[in-house]
Structure formats: structure tokens, C-alpha cells
């Protein structure tokens, strides 16, 4: 049992964190940024509330160009918060009431802005905010005529690149679930529900000092079924694989790898599969370099894994890979035709996925990239699959 609080980023990191948004902002140019997402502040403010639960008192934070560090529009009720005020550089607007009233002090502290300035939200490529018409409205209207951007693709040129603290966290959150995984194998039983297994690893998680278990489909079965469902029902039957997808937080990141194990005895054609998935997992990590593509990486998982012709069914939804962070999944996307450069310091995970021999055979990996090649934040998968007798 862990009793640890997880460690967030220090008011250095934060400090550090605006003053680079601020010095991306001037080369695009923008003259202001609204945050809107839970995500973005968070990375950009250190602020942290559990209002994001509600919809109804908005947590906005804006960076004015003009103006030192960042500003945070947030309700009255926050001012007793512990994470108010810790840093010089995040400024604080309160205000009383709910939404129109937010919106409006959002208005309100970038109406000094020259007429026609540029404006940028959190909204664009895998990155949606939690935004409103209604601002936009205040903000394109008379007498500012403010003109109104997405800057996703600016965070992102920030987020992408890992600091170490969220490199010390990513590790810490797929050990967690690797852990987590491989001693909840134990309470496996003949008729158990997804949802039991499920909840099961979920107190796992949590006392091995998860913040929290924000995605962790289970199937049991061999291959066929959606991997995104909610858990169910579905009852575990011998000679089942048993699929685990785990996104247990820590701090400010998320671990997002799978595991599989084997009820019953492994075929020889099932332990064959498991590792030559396995090693194509391995050999593709290894084989990604900072300068690459996503295409580029695509195509060599393509070239590893057409040394083997298969019956089955390789399922990728399109890619083979992917970066992560704060979210689940971020960019880069490893797949066919994608031209985002892969660059030092990402996070990048790599997840090939093969329906076949009656299973369904994935070890997702997550690593940093370096220029001598990975290093790798999760445990790697056992080298021969994982076998419960029940």
C-alpha cells in the first residue's frame, strides 16, 4: 500500500512551462491564449481543484503577452484552495457567481488588447477544449473585433517534449499497472465478470498509489470483441485470453499499456504468436530514432512484421503506435502517410495488435526517445506468455 501523495510539477517547472508558451506565442505572433482544457491549465498554471467535475463554474486561464506570467479566471471559492497562490507567475482573477459571470471577467481582461488583435483556444488537432460561443461572441464583436485562432499545434509543440519530472511519472504510472496486472492474475476465477476482474485491478492500482484509474477496458474471450466497451458481464471461461488496457494516473501523466495472459494451457501456435508480437514490439521500439516520421515508423513495423504471413486479424484501428502525457493518447500518430516529426524526449508508445491462434496477442511498450534508441518507462513484457491454470 502506498500512502505517497504523487509528486506534481514544482513552481519552477510551472514558472518554466509559461515562460516558453509566452517565447512560442511571439514567433507565431498571438497577442493573448485562452486555456480552457483541464489538461492545459494544469500543465500551464499548477492549479488544481476537483470543480472540473462541474460545468458550471468555469476554470479559464489566460496568457496576455503584454501582461507578466498567466492568469487564471476562477470562482470565489477557490480562494481557500492550498494550490492558490503558490507561484509569482500565476496571477488570480476571482470571481462570484457561475458561467455568464466567468465568461464576462474573461472579457474583461482581454478587452484592453489593441482592436484586431489575435486570439488563440486550446481547440485544434486532438486538443477541444471546454470552450464558449458565447465568449466568442464578446470577443469578436464590437468594438474589439478580436480575430480568434486554434493553437493547438502551439501547446503541443511544448507538451510533446517531456520534462523529467513527467518522465519520472509516466514510469511510476506503468508500474503501477504492470504490477497491478501481474499480481491481479492471482485472483482470476472461472465466472468471474469483466467488471469484477476490472474492479479488482482498480483497488490494485489504487493501492499501489494510483491517483486515479481514468481507462481500463478488460475483455476475456479470444479475439472478436470491441476493446473500448465499458466493462461487462462477460464471464471468464477456460482456455479465455484475458486483454487488459490500464490507464492508471499518477500525478499529472497516465500509463496507457496492455497485457496479456493465457487461462488454461498455451498452444504451441499461442506461445509462437505471443512472442513473435512481442518481438516485433520490441524490435520496432528499438528501431525508432528522433527525426523519424510517424510514416517513417510505420513503415518499419510494416517491414518487421511482413517477415511472417498471418491467418489472422491485425487490429491497429490505422496506426501502430502513438504518443501520450497528461492525455491517453497525443500526438505523433505512428502510421501510413503520417508527416509528424518524432523528436528527443518524446513519449512515444508502440502496440501492435494480432487476432489469431484463438487469442488476441498485444504488449504495448512506452519509452522515451533518445538518439541512441529507447528507453523504456514501462517493465517489458514477460519474454513467454503468461499462463493461469484455474
Not at 481547440?123 to 474589439?144: H, I, K, Q, T, W
Not at 519509452?367 to 514501462?378: D, I, Q, Y
Request: with cysteine.
Amino acid at each position: 500500500m502506498s500512502d505517497a501523495i504523487p509528486s506534481w510539477p514544482g513552481e519552477t517547472e510551472i514558472s518554466f512551462r509559461i515562460s516558453r508558451l509566452k517565447e512560442n506565442m511571439a514567433q507565431v505572433p498571438l497577442d493573448a491564449l485562452v486555456i480552457t482544457s483541464q489538461h492545459n491549465f494544469e500543465y500551464y498554471t499548477g492549479h488544481r481543484t476537483l470543480f472540473w467535475l462541474s460545468d458550471t463554474r468555469p476554470l479559464l486561464a489566460i496568457v496576455r503577452r503584454d501582461k507578466p506570467g498567466i492568469t487564471i479566471i476562477i470562482n470565489s471559492g477557490e480562494q481557500r484552495n492550498a494550490y492558490c497562490g503558490r507561484n509569482a507567475d500565476v496571477h488570480r482573477v476571482f470571481y462570484n457567481g457561475f458561467t455568464e459571470v466567468a465568461l464576462d471577467a474573461a472579457g474583461d481582461f482581454l478587452r484592453g488588447l489593441p482592436n484586431g488583435a489575435a486570439i488563440g483556444f486550446d481547440y485544434g488537432r486532438d486538443m477541444f477544449g471546454r470552450g464558449s460561443l458565447s465568449l466568442f461572441d464578446v470577443l469578436r464583436g464590437a468594438p474589439n473585433h478580436f480575430q480568434l485562432t486554434d493553437a493547438a499545434d502551439l501547446i503541443w509543440r511544448q507538451r510533446l517534449i517531456k520534462s523529467e519530472h513527467e518522465l519520472d511519472a509516466k514510469r511510476r504510472a506503468c508500474n503501477i499497472a504492470t504490477s497491478a496486472f501481474f499480481d491481479g492474475l492471482a485472483d482470476l476465477r472461472l465466472g468471474m465478470s469483466e467488471y469484477e476482474f476490472g474492479q479488482s485491478l482498480k483497488q490494485r492500482m489504487i493501492g499501489l498509489g494510483a491517483d486515479s484509474v481514468d481507462w481500463l477496458p478488460v475483455r476475456f474471450g479470444r479475439g472478436g470483441q470491441s476493446y473500448a466497451q465499458p466493462n461487462g458481464d462477460t464471464k471468464l471461461q477456460n482456455d479465455d485470453f484475458v486483454w487488459v488496457d490500464m490507464g492508471a494516473r499518477r500525478a499529472d501523466q497516465i500509463s496507457d499499456l496492455n497485457r496479456v495472459a493465457k487461462v488454461g494451457r498455451a498452444t504451441p501456435e499461442q506461445e509462437e504468436t505471443y512472442e513473435f508480437v512481442r518481438n516485433v514490439t520490441l524490435r520496432l521500439a528499438d528501431g525508432i530514432r528522433p527525426g523519424m516520421t510517424g510514416h517513417d515508423a510505420y513503415a518499419l513495423f510494416d517491414q518487421l512484421w511482413s517477415v511472417r504471413k498471418h491467418s489472422g486479424r491485425l487490429a491497429i484501428a490505422g496506426r501502430v503506435g502513438h504518443g501520450s502525457g497528461i492525455a491517453l493518447t497525443e500526438p505523433p500518430s505512428l502510421m501510413a502517410g503520417s508527416a509528424e516529426i518524432i523528436l528527443e524526449d518524446m513519449v512515444l508508445h508502440v502496440e501492435p495488435k494480432l487476432e489469431a491462434a484463438a487469442g488476441v496477442f498485444q504488449m504495448e511498450e512506452v519509452f522515451r526517445v533518445t538518439p541512441s534508441g529507447p528507453e523504456f518507462l514501462s517493465t517489458a513484457s514477460p519474454a513467454k506468455l503468461p499462463v493461469v491454470e484455474l
